[in-house]
């Protein structure tokens, strides 16, 4: 069953059980995509606003690609389960031989390699959903610049999460070059994370006192 199809009560269910699925990085992901879901809010309750005419197109963007990250994220929240799992299972492979070891030890490469890219992914995205937030502070809606706030501190958690996710992931990889590839691409998810909600935080403050 895809974990996302799970009512909020079920997923928390599943979350807090002795099932190791679904896991951090499936957790981070949905933070990701519930943070996108509240920025898509409240550019829907800007658009077709006459106060809001001017900047109008800018807040259909921010809207269109708050949909294409949402759904991004939450099919990364499936298939984060769905690399744990590989990877469980690559660990049950037989090992009573020099062969057997060997396939095994090349099965749970492959399958850290899927585990560490999912989350990479995510903290990628969920960063996007970050930037997305900066611009949705200093354009939406007055009324709800607090969800904007909410938004980007979910979003700066859920590429936070991701991120240590992956470098967690990474240190049971032995593929060099791949692990150089994996952080380089998570230190720029990273760089500059902090100031970009920093930002959003501080215009949410200043246009909540302008308004």
Avoid: K
């Amino acid at each position: 069953m895809s974990l996302v199809s799970l009512t909020i009560e079920e997923y928390l269910a599943r979350l807090a059980s002795s099932d190791p699925t679904p896991g951090g990085g499936s957790l981070a992901a949905l933070a990701g995509a519930m943070a996108a879901a509240m920025l898509a809010m409240t550019c829907n309750l800007t658009v077709g606003r006459p106060r809001y005419a001017a900047i109008e197109a800018d807040v259909q963007t921010i809207l269109a690609d708050t949909a294409l990250l949402r759904q991004r994220l939450l099919e990364l929240a499936d298939t984060d389960a769905d690399a744990y799992l590989a990877v469980r299972d690559a660990y049950r492979l037989p090992r009573s031989s020099d062969v057997e070891r060997a396939a095994r030890d090349r099965s749970i490469e492959a399958a850290m390699h899927r585990a560490t890219e999912v989350p990479v992914e995510g903290a990628e995205t969920s960063r996007a959903v970050l930037d997305l937030a900066l611009r949705a502070a200093g354009t939406t809606n007055v009324a709800l610049l607090g969800d904007v706030a909410v938004a980007a501190h979910l979003a700066l958690a859920a590429a936070r999460g991701a991120a240590d996710q992956a470098g967690l992931n990474l240190q049971q990889v032995t593929e060099a070059a791949f692990a150089a590839s994996m952080r380089a691409r998570l230190a720029g998810a990273l760089a500059g994370a902090d100031d970009v909600a920093a930002r959003a935080l501080q215009l949410v403050q200043t246009r909540s006192r302008r308004a």
